[in-house]
């Protein structure tokens, strides 16, 4: 799969930051290329919530994230390729990436059972029986027409007890195996994905063998799902290490723009979550002095922005009429306010990147804890050193 892949992907590794892991790079895709480190909004039913697909590429974002179980529930896989693809579908013309469904079986699914042979479940909609299997996986994948795919795998929750997380990274092994033998489409991209819990020594064993199977790109899965940020960021440690220079890495499910920061220092590549638009229609919104809380009374006389050199339109107004919005009930607010956060993420691993070509990593990250309100060294594992 990686050799058919290389026709039309290519990783291109532009620079490493000269005092940490932190890299430059451009991911070259059939819809386009992708400047890294990036952040892909999560259009989980085949919409980013809020935003349309011409003001998310204002917001600068390059690729964005659909969700394969989501859009197998409904509308169905046959329904989107009988309507083009997900680009047609979705109205979005760059470059799209497909999670397994792994997580969300994990997450969302009702009296889910586990075999080798995949997975059975009940619908979370209405409650009817689904099966998936590492080759059904694939072929929902391959039929929604993303440009990157995942392998299926098993997510378990953290911490757990050690045989659990070992069975379940030795399963998701194996269907990394069959997920390959699946994929047949040479304009897809399959990453693998590496799972370990919690277990350094276990997570580089992992690597060490989806290394050996030669995917297009790797992905760290199953953080995010309760440990702790150092716990996470050990985990990366363990990692990214073992994983080919010359591939994208992508951090999956993460997230805060702090742990952006951290994964960043650590090498990774590519990031998604929907913690931008899950607050903003919640009226929480990032910024470089920390997180506003726009329902807070303090703002209802304030004739300032969000921020002033933000070119996002929420920008345009002062934070009284954002916080008159949810007040309100307008749904103009939560739309707003979705679209200044996935912005905000744009703007900051685009500012990322020139601090990595300008070999001052460490000095931006500290830069914008400090804006933040964060101490860098509280509870914070020490940037590693560069590759």
Same mark, same amino acid.
């Given at each position: 799969?990686?050799?058919?892949?290389?026709?039309?992907?290519?990783?291109? &590794?532009?620079?490493?930051?000269?005092?940490?892991?932190?890299?430059? =790079?451009?991911?070259?895709?059939?819809?386009?290329?992708?400047?890294?480190?990036?952040?892909?909004?999560?259009?989980?039913?085949?919409?980013?919530?809020?935003?349309?697909?011409?003001?998310?590429?204002?917001?600068?974002?390059? #690729?964005?994230?659909?969700?394969?179980?989501?859009?197998?529930?409904?509308?169905?896989?046959?329904?989107?390729?009988?309507?083009?693809?997900?680009?047609?579908?979705?109205?979005?013309?760059?470059?799209?990436?497909?999670?397994? =469904?792994?997580?969300?079986?994990?997450?969302? @699914?009702?009296?889910? +059972?586990?075999?080798?042979?995949?997975?059975?479940?009940?619908?979370?909609?209405?409650?009817?029986?689904?099966?998936?299997?590492?080759?059904?996986?694939?072929?929902?994948?391959?039929?929604?027409?993303?440009?990157?795919?995942?392998?299926?795998?098993?997510?378990? @929750?953290?911490?757990?007890?050690?045989?659990?997380?070992?069975?379940?990274?030795?399963?998701?092994?194996?269907?990394?195996?069959?997920?390959?033998?699946?994929?047949?489409?040479?304009?897809? #991209?399959?990453?693998?994905?590496?799972?370990?819990?919690?277990?350094?020594?276990?997570?580089?064993?992992?690597?060490?063998?989806?290394?050996?199977?030669?995917?297009?790109?790797?992905?760290?899965?199953?953080?995010?799902?309760?440990?702790?940020?150092?716990? #996470?960021? @050990?985990?990366?440690?363990?990692?990214?290490?073992?994983?080919?220079?010359?591939?994208?890495?992508?951090?999956?499910?993460?997230?805060?723009?702090?742990?952006?920061?951290?994964?960043?220092?650590?090498?990774?590549?590519?990031?998604?979550?929907?913690?931008?638009?899950?607050?903003?229609?919640?009226?929480?919104?990032?910024?470089?002095?920390?997180?506003?809380?726009?329902?807070?009374?303090?703002?209802?006389?304030?004739?300032?922005?969000?921020?002033?050199?933000?070119?996002?339109?929420?920008? +345009?107004?002062?934070?009284?009429?954002?916080?008159?919005?949810?007040?309100?009930?307008?749904?103009?607010?939560?739309? &707003?306010?979705?679209?200044?956060?996935?912005?905000?993420?744009?703007?900051?691993?685009?500012? @990322?990147?020139?601090?990595?070509?300008?070999?001052?990593?460490?000095?931006?990250?500290?830069?914008?804890?400090?804006?933040?309100?964060?101490?860098? +060294?509280?509870?914070?594992?020490?940037?590693?050193?560069?590759?």
């Amino acid at each position: 799969m990686y050799g058919l892949a290389m026709r039309l992907f290519r990783f291109e &590794l532009q620079h490493l930051d000269g005092r940490s892991a932190a890299r430059r =790079g451009t991911l070259h895709t059939p819809h386009g290329a992708v400047e890294t480190p990036a952040f892909m909004p999560v259009g989980t039913q085949g919409t980013v919530k809020g935003i349309d697909a011409g003001r998310l590429g204002e917001t600068g974002a390059e #690729m964005i994230l659909a969700n394969t179980y989501h859009l197998a529930l409904r509308p169905g896989e046959e329904t989107v390729a009988a309507l083009g693809d997900l680009h047609q579908f979705m109205g979005w013309s760059g470059p799209i990436l497909t999670d397994s =469904g792994g997580f969300q079986v994990f997450s969302l @699914a009702e009296r889910v +059972r586990v075999t080798e042979q995949g997975v059975e479940f009940r619908s979370h909609i209405d409650g009817s029986l689904v099966n998936i299997s590492p080759e059904r996986s694939i072929d929902i994948q391959q039929k929604l027409g993303a440009d990157l795919i995942m392998a299926f795998d098993h997510v378990v @929750a953290l911490p757990n007890q050690p045989h659990v997380v070992a069975e379940a990274t030795a399963r998701s092994v194996r269907w990394a195996e069959r997920c390959q033998r699946a994929a047949t489409r040479d304009d897809q #991209m399959l990453l693998g994905i590496v799972q370990g819990g919690l277990d350094p020594e276990l997570r580089r064993r992992t690597a060490r063998d989806m290394v050996a199977m030669e995917f297009a790109g790797y992905a760290v899965g199953g953080l995010s799902v309760g440990e702790t940020p150092a716990e #996470m960021y @050990a985990c990366l440690e363990a990692v990214v290490p073992e994983l080919p220079a010359d591939r994208p890495r992508y951090l999956m499910g993460v997230g805060r723009p702090q742990d952006i920061l951290e994964g960043i220092a650590r090498g990774i590549d590519l990031f998604d979550c929907v913690m931008p638009t899950r607050n903003g229609r919640n009226a929480l919104v990032f910024t470089d002095a920390g997180p506003v809380r726009l329902r807070n009374a303090m703002h209802e006389y304030d004739r300032e922005p969000l921020e002033p050199h933000c070119p996002c339109p929420a920008c +345009r107004h002062s934070r009284g009429y954002l916080r008159h919005l949810f007040q309100a009930g307008e749904m103009l607010g939560p739309i &707003l306010a979705s679209i200044h956060n996935v912005t905000y993420y744009q703007r900051l691993v685009a500012a @990322a990147r020139e601090a990595i070509l300008a070999d001052r990593f460490g000095e931006f990250r500290e830069e914008k804890y400090r804006g933040w309100g964060i101490d860098p +060294r509280a509870g914070e594992v020490p940037m590693p050193a560069p590759e």
